[in-house]
Each structure stands twice: as structure tokens, then as C-alpha cells.
């Protein structure tokens, strides 16, 4: 088990003091994706007031911090390519707490490029690994069929009106979000409770409303000490708390499809940070699907299992509301090029830093963000404070 109080001694150390997406997100089939890393990179950097030569530690995904640091022309002292699916760069916000506070670096940039929708040549799969050989076979193929399998699990169990009513209210709330983000795919394009059950069917119990966009997109984070932050451009947001943690890879190994690792990585991070949950101004979900923002939010201890449906029919997630969640529209109506966790930071640092625009929170001093990777494979929890 981890040492909080080892934890808690590096609680604050680090922060962020820039984060960015490309220059353009959504469909963008005339930009590689390490361009869009690129992009997103020196926009970060320019939030932060800072340039590429300042950066010694390099963190991403799905690439290689080798290749993404020679496009870039940098040289990190530090290097992480920890790739578990979207929550990735939220388990990078972690890993460059820890690095930062050890004396390992001192400008941490974490960086996000991919195209999910224009790619050509989209990331090769490997057919020797287990869900090749064991899953595949048999028509288990790709996240909708497998976070499908989890809904019904849950639907199951704790009944289907009232999970439906629960999924359709977070794809609704989620789109009022993005009427308020110039940013969003959806942005603009209103959705109504009709159109949600009209939706075509993607994988039962999945409405296409239900699912999460496939976009072009890059982001990326700057983060560097407490010290240094002082200075900071545009003002830093305490990293206060982190965990991290997977239990499985294929959904048929998967312990409990109702509850994923924020079981974990929640309390974790809670207790780093010496916060409850109800003290958070925000939460940002990843939401994949709307069955997993229903499931974190009783993972993460909101409400008890089960108990996902009547939590959100209680509270208004939407603009205005008394949860705001997912305030940048979330995966489901802003942008998911494949892996979205990165975006869900760099939300919870503008609502902190009031550069939220017309979505900016009235107050907005404490937030969760929650990745969740693979196939409800991995999670990273953070808590993030206003400085």
C-alpha cells in the first residue's frame, strides 16, 4: 500500500502554470499527429511564459518521448512514456509531481497528439496479445463492445429505466457544456432528450449518444515547482493530490465490470490531498461513455454502488448547477482523438486559472480529475487546488 504521509510531504511541490490544445481540434485530416503534439507543446509553453530549451523533463503516450522530443528538438534529463490508454496523462501529472518534487526535473512538459478521425495509418494492434488470440474471435472488438458489456452488467443489477434516465441526463448536461465551448465538435448544436433516444443503436445498451466523439486533437501541460511557478505567467494550480493503478487489460478479466480502479485511486488521492468530496468545486470525468462517468462517480465514493442513478438525477451537472462536470463538453461533445485524459487537466486548469471564458465557474478552487484507460483497464486521480 502507498505511504500517504510520504505522499503528503510532496502534496503542492509542483504545478501547473500552462496548458493548451492545437492550434485547430476536431477534424484536421491536413496535420500529422506529432504535429499536433508540436502545436499544442509550444502553446502550452506560451501559457506558461516559458520556451522549448527551458523544458528538462518530457512525459506522453502512444508515441515515444524519443521521437516527440527530436521533432520538438529538446533534450529532457527525464523521460516517461507510460502508455495505459486515455488516463494516461492524468497518471503523467502524477509521475511529474514525483519528479519535480525528487530534484529529477524542473519543467515537466506532458504532450498529447493524435487523429483519431483522419489517421491513415492508425496505431498497429498486436495480434499475439491475449485479446487478439482470447477476445477478439468471439466479436469482442474495440471499447463500444466492451464498455457495452459493463452497462448491461450494471443495468442487471440495479435495473435499466433508471440507468438509461441517468446516462441520458450526463449526455444532455454534457452538451450544454459544449453550447458554451467555441472549441467543441458539437459546439452550438443542441440536443434534446428526443434526439438522445432517437439516436442510432452503436452496441446495446449504447445509443450513439452514449459514445464519445473520435476527433483530430493535441494537448499539452507545463509543470514545474513551486518555486518557479511563483513567477508563472498566467497564475498555477497546486497539484495536491495523485494515484494511479490497472487491474486488468481485456474486459473478460475485469474483477467487478461496475467498479473500476478509482475504487483506489480516489481515496488515494483524497487522502494526499486532505480533502473530502465535498469539497471539490469541480469534477472533470472522463467519459468515454456515459456509462463511465455513472461509474465513477460511485467508484470515486460520491454515492454508494447503485446509487449512480439517483446521485445525478439529485444534482444538475449542466451549466449553472450545483455538480458542474466536465465543463469543456467533455469526450462525449468536445473533442476524444483516442485518448482523452489529457484534456480533462487542462479544463480543470483554466476553470481554476478564470480562462473558462463563458463557461467559467463562479468559484472554482478545488478539483478532481479522473482518467480512465483501455477497457475500464486504468485510472488516474489528481487533485488539483487554486494557489
Known amino acids: 500500500m502507498p505511504n500517504i504521509n510520504k505522499l503528503k510531504s510532496i502534496s503542492g511541490e509542483a504545478h501547473i502554470i500552462g496548458v493548451a490544445e492545437s ?10 499527429p506529432i504535429a499536433l503534439h508540436a502545436e499544442a507543446a509550444l502553446n502550452a509553453l506560451n501559457d506558461a511564459g516559458l520556451n522549448l530549451s527551458d523544458v528538462d523533463g518530457l512525459f506522453t503516450a502512444g508515441w515515444s518521448t524519443l521521437d516527440i522530443a527530436e521533432y520538438l528538438g529538446i533534450n529532457p534529463k527525464y523521460t516517461d512514456s507510460t502508455s495505459v490508454g486515455g488516463s494516461s496523462f492524468v497518471i503523467h501529472v502524477a509521475h511529474a509531481l514525483s519528479a519535480i518534487a525528487s530534484g529529477y526535473c524542473e519543467v515537466a512538459l506532458i504532450t498529447h497528439g493524435q487523429s483519431g478521425r483522419s489517421d491513415r495509418e492508425p496505431m498497429p494492434r498486436n495480434p499475439a ?22 452497462a448491461r452488467r450494471y443495468m442487471h443489477i440495479y435495473g435499466e429505466n433508471n440507468t438509461r434516465e441517468a446516462m441520458a441526463s450526463i449526455a444532455l448536461q454534457t452538451r450544454k457544456w459544449a453550447n458554451l465551448n467555441p472549441k467543441a465538435y458539437f459546439y452550438d448544436k443542441k440536443m434534446s432528450e428526443e434526439d438522445y433516444h432517437n439516436s442510432r443503436w452503436i452496441a446495446w445498451p449504447f445509443h450513439l449518444l452514449d459514445c464519445c466523439l473520435v476527433t483530430d486533437a493535441g494537448a499539452a501541460i507545463v509543470i514545474t515547482s513551486k518555486e518557479r511557478a511563483k513567477d508563472s505567467k498566467n497564475g498555477s494550480v497546486s497539484i495536491l493530490g495523485a494515484a494511479e493503478g490497472h487491474d486488468h487489460s481485456m474486459i473478460s478479466q475485469m474483477p467487478d465490470l461496475t467498479k473500476a480502479f478509482g475504487t483506489y485511486t480516489g481515496p488515494q488521492a483524497m487522502k494526499m490531498a486532505g480533502v473530502s468530496h465535498t469539497d471539490f468545486d469541480l469534477a472533470m470525468l472522463y467519459d468515454s461513455f456515459t456509462y463511465t462517468v455513472l461509474i465513477t462517480l460511485e467508484n470515486l465514493g460520491f454515492c454508494e ?15 449553472g448547477g ?20 489529457i484534456f480533462t487537466v487542462v479544463e480543470a486548469a483554466r476553470q481554476m486559472r478564470n480562462q473558462a471564458k463563458d463557461r467559467q465557474l463562479n468559484k472554482c478552487n478545488l478539483a478532481l480529475v479522473h482518467g480512465t484507460g483501455g477497457l475500464l483497464s486504468s485510472t488516474g486521480t489528481v487533485i488539483l487546488g487554486k494557489d
Open 129 to 150: 496479445a491475449p485479446m487478439a488470440q482470447y477476445e477478439n474471435p468471439h466479436g469482442i472488438i474495440g471499447p463500444p463492445i466492451s464498455y457495452a458489456m459493463a
Open 305 to 319: 454502488p447503485g446509487d449512480g442513478p439517483d446521485f445525478i438525477k439529485s444534482k444538475i451537472l449542466g451549466p
Open 23 to 32: 492550434n485547430e481540434i476536431g477534424k484536421v485530416p491536413n496535420k500529422s
Open 322 to 341: 450545483n455538480f458542474p462536470l466536465n465543463t469543456n463538453g467533455g469526450g462525449l461533445s468536445y473533442t476524444h482523438p483516442g485518448m482523452y485524459g
